[in-house]
């Protein structure tokens, strides 16, 4: 019972512990290995619309799918096993996505012909297997102060984005007014869909005004737009100077080689 506490104890570290030097390289070979593979899902991807791949060359991605998806089952059975409380982990954000990131060649094997009828369905478990570039944010210790900062500066970001909303609809129902449908400006939703991509600087020039009074609401938006990243850039570093003092994110040791929830 001893030596499977201490061996426990010794992949729990392995696993979780970014402190010691076996965890960052833990996590930075995990890191590069799910960067790899999301390499080979674009690839795929690309070859597979613009090039009539054969059997054999279709059979590399199926067994470099496997390979990536059975290191990747591995050691989220390990995280659950070592990990304090399985049921914490399983339902934590990193548990999920380590699941999310697995799911897409069972489901593929237990229900093949979702793949086979269904094409938004295989795009979409393609899409979820690209997911696994979010392991990359556990080598980055400090996304843990970032989001502790947003946390702390909510109620103040919730307050002047609801007002900016509140401006969308104002400046969107000013456009549909003055320019109307034959400018594009069709329906309340159109033009504040113009409002949004002119505020967030995207500008995607499918909907402009073209009236001379028109075209004021489109020059007042700049000011907001600045107002827009000073009045966020000030808040977030303003929860970030007041941060509290780091700390690990991990169970405790002691719970670990206790064995204990």
């Known amino acids: ?8 104890l010794r992949l729990y570290h392995l696993l ?27 690839i795929e991807s690309g070859l597979g619309t613009q090039y009539h791949l054969t059997l054999d ?10 390979l990536v998806t059975a290191v990747f089952t591995l050691e989220y059975l390990l995280r659950i096993a070592t990990w304090p409380n399985p049921l914490h982990y399983i339902f934590s954000f990193w548990g999920l996505i380590d699941l999310a990131t697995i799911l897409p060649l069972y489901v593929m094997w237990l229900w093949p012909e979702i793949s086979l009828n269904y094409v938004f369905a295989w795009r979409a478990m393609r899409a979820i297997r690209a997911l ?9 210790p400090s996304l843990n102060v970032f989001w502790r900062a947003i946390v702390s500066a909510r109620h103040q970001l919730i307050l002047f ?3 900016i ?15 109307g449908p ?7 939703n159109a033009s504040v869909y ?14 402009t005004p073209h009236t001379p009074l028109g075209s004021h609401p489109g020059l007042h938006s700049y000011p907001d737009r600045l107002l827009h990243y000073c009045h966020t850039d000030r808040t977030y570093h303003h929860a970030y100077d007041q941060r509290p003092e780091s700390s690990t994110t991990a169970a405790p040791v002691s719970a670990v080689s206790a064995g204990r929830p």
């Open 1 to 8: 019972m001893g030596m499977l506490s201490a061996a426990r």
């Open 132 to 140: 696994r570039i979010l392991k990359l944010l556990r080598f980055m």
């Open 165 to 179: 909303a509140i401006v969308m609809v104002i400046f969107g129902s000013l456009m549909y007014l003055i320019e």
């Open 16 to 42: 979780f512990d970014q402190n010691r030097r076996s965890g960052r390289r833990f996590e930075g070979l995990c890191g590069l290995f799910a960067l790899l593979s999301v390499l080979v899902i674009f």
């Open 57 to 66: 060359e279709w059979h590399i991605f199926v067994w470099l799918e496997l």
């Open 161 to 163: 984005y609801s007002f």
């Open 182 to 188: 034959e400018y594009g400006f069709t329906t309340l």
């Open 194 to 207: 113009w409002a949004i991509v002119t505020i967030t600087t995207v500008g995607y020039g499918d909907i």
